[in-house]
């Protein structure tokens, strides 16, 4: 079912600097002057790949959300990348037009959006929400009496954005780009579950300045925590704000009967940013900004002369150009509709329950072990642990030193955060392929890794 291997190691053995040296050395250098042909190229790369990649098939591979490809998304997205489609004008590449709005159809309605739903496939979630946050900055503007597209500019006065105190980095990334500043964020805090509170996100709208939007998480990173969507929806409406739902990790709960009620009250918001290259299984990127109303695309529309004239557009020879900051967009659509039609929700559901299971399962093991310390519950797929060092005072650095060990012999690749200033380890699950024995070997080189460092540490104290 997935393209990768599942043999060999996780990562390659050895550190940072001899692993990309050696991968160079394999290349050659420099610039060869006559080509060595197409199948010694493909061979060629194709071996750097094998002996220096990362394994995301391997079943002792869990650090990121950054799932194994399926079979079917490859092969797909071979064919998307040899048409050369583009999704600016029509013709461009009228066929991926077509299949990106078939898909775009599906998603907004799993999502729970009527009929003048719209959406765009972008580079990754990072972009996604950027353009949620410009298309709510334009919003803003409007509100204010601005005709952003005469005057050239949103001018939004004190412009403020909330967000839990978990959100992505990339709302405070998106502001600095949109010329809203990052002190425009004010983060909203938490409650016991991780989850924003809609009294304190009520005091923030309150607190003065002009609100830009409102972002729920729909899946944190860490630890795959939704917001109270319906709530926060009703404190955004309640306030004349645009909800944007950044649901880059648990929009595919959707995809599963028993995980969909985790984000109810998506379809509430004004956009929604789902990255399918997370629960969906697909070669990255594919990750789309899906919006309650086409409208809101209107400060982005263009008419170009060379590109899409509005005699041509008047005449249906129109394309996407108006929906995105790009011009050039491969269809990445095109592998997204052929997992959609071989799977079904059903079948990608299945995938989604498998890997919320392993999580479970990894959970309870690392709660009953005395060797570790459970941070946080499951919601999603992640897991968040500490391996418990005898001296306190060295369990941050035994943490860290762990993870990079594991790494530096190419055996189990963990990930690692921060929890309350802690250093902790973090089990990202999206391998459906991977068992319960797998997840006990991991934990058992997690533990051996551990001890290890602890005495090392502990010498080196001494």
């Known amino acids: 079912m997935f393209a990768a291997r599942s043999s060999g190691r996780p990562l390659p053995a050895g550190r940072p600097h001899e692993v990309l040296a050696a991968a160079a050395d394999l290349l050659g250098r420099p610039l060869p002057r006559r080509g060595i042909g197409q199948d010694a190229a493909l061979a060629l790369v194709g071996r750097v790949f094998e002996e220096y990649g990362a394994n995301l098939a391997h079943p002792l591979t869990a650090a990121h959300l950054q799932p194994p490809a399926l079979a079917v998304a490859v092969h797909a997205d071979a064919l998307a990348s040899a048409s050369n489609a ?3 004008t029509y013709d461009s590449g009228p066929a991926a037009i077509a299949v990106e709005r078939w898909v775009l159809t599906a998603l907004t309605g799993l999502a729970g959006f009527g009929p003048d739903a719209a959406g765009v496939f972008t580079p990754g979630g990072t972009l996604s929400n950027l353009t949620a946050l410009l298309l709510a900055r334009d919003h803003a503007a409007r509100r204010l009496g601005v005709d952003v597209r005469a005057d050239g500019v949103a001018a939004v006065p004190e412009p403020v954005v909330l967000c839990s105190e978990l959100a992505h980095f990339s709302v405070q990334r998106a502001c600095a780009a949109l010329g809203l500043g990052e002190r425009a964020v004010r983060p909203v805090s938490v409650d016991a579950s991780r989850r924003m509170r809609t009294d304190a996100l009520v005091a923030g709208l309150r607190a003065g300045g002009t609100p830009v939007a409102v972002v729920a998480t729909a899946g944190t990173t860490d630890f795959g925590t939704v917001d109270p969507l319906a709530e926060v929806a009703e404190v955004a409406a309640e306030h004349g704000v645009w ?39 697909q070669p990255a990127a594919a990750s789309v900004l899906l919006v309650r109303s086409a409208a809101a695309f209107a400060t982005l529309e263009r008419s170009v002369a060379y590109l899409n004239p509005e005699d041509d557009r008047a005449e249906g020879y129109d394309g996407t150009l108006g929906r995105t900051l790009q011009t050039t967009r491969r269809p990445d659509a095109v592998k997204v509709a052929a997992t959609l039609l071989a799977l079904g929700r059903e079948g990608l559901g299945a995938l989604v329950d498998r890997c919320h299971a392993l999580a479970g399962h990894v959970a309870a093991r690392i709660a009953a072990d005395p060797a570790f310390e459970l941070v946080g519950g499951v919601a999603l797929t992640t897991v968040v642990f500490r391996y418990l060092a005898a001296d306190p ?27 309350d200033k802690a250093t902790c380890l973090k089990l990202t699950l999206l391998n459906p392929a991977a068992t319960e024995s797998d997840l006990t070997a991991l934990l058992d080189l997690v533990r051996q890794a551990g001890a290890a460092a602890e005495r090392t540490l502990e010498e080196g104290v001494a």
């Open 243 to 281: 909800l944007h739902v950044d649901a880059a990790y648990g929009f595919g709960a959707l995809f599963s009967d028993r995980l969909a009620g985790l984000v109810d009250g998506i379809g509430l918001a004004d956009s929604v940013t789902a990255d399918l290259h997370k629960i969906g299984w």
């Open 393 to 419: 005072a060295l369990a941050d650095r035994v943490n860290a030193t762990l993870r990079r060990d594991l790494m530096r012999s190419g055996t189990a690749l963990v990930g690692r955060t921060e929890v």
């Open 86 to 88: 583009s999704l600016d």
